[in-house]
């Protein structure tokens, strides 16, 4: 997982003339030698911040898991393993197209810290 978290990592610097502000929590493979490795060799690229351990109300990614979970997937039945990943694929499309929603989920009260000022935006 190390690796396809790097290679992610330089896919998503490709291009850019700035540098990337990370905002991880704390699996294992985020703080791992070779991801703490990379980060140290493309310091001018990347800067890597780590949420605390288990706060899982600061992460906006909980947010876009509970819509998914709670509410568009509900208490539909899943029907396999594959019905569940084309539903759950579905359900993140449908919430790309939806910015104001995303958006949203910066504006909660723990996650604000992590949300663009407009001018930026």
Do not use: C
């Not at 703080?31 to 780590?50: L, P, T, Y």
């Not at 947010?63 to 990943?85: A, F, M, T, Y």
């Not at 790309?96 to 995303?102: H, L, R, T």
Request: hydrophobic share 35%.
């Amino acid at each position: 997982m190390d690796l396809r978290y790097i290679q992610f990592l330089q896919k998503v610097l490709e291009g850019r003339t700035r540098p990337l502000m990370i905002i991880a929590d704390n699996v294992s493979f985020h703080r791992s030698k070779e991801v703490r490795d990379f980060d140290r060799a493309n310091r001018q690229k990347i800067r890597m911040f780590f949420l605390p351990t288990h706060s899982p109300e600061l992460n906006p990614d909980e947010q876009v898991w509970n819509e998914v979970k709670h509410r568009q997937l509900g208490k539909q039945p899943i029907r396999s393993k594959l019905d569940l990943n084309r539903r759950i694929h579905s359900s993140l499309k449908f919430l790309q197209e939806q910015m104001a929603k995303v958006r949203s989920f910066f504006q909660l009260p723990d996650t604000q810290y992590a949300a663009l000022q407009e001018s930026i935006a």
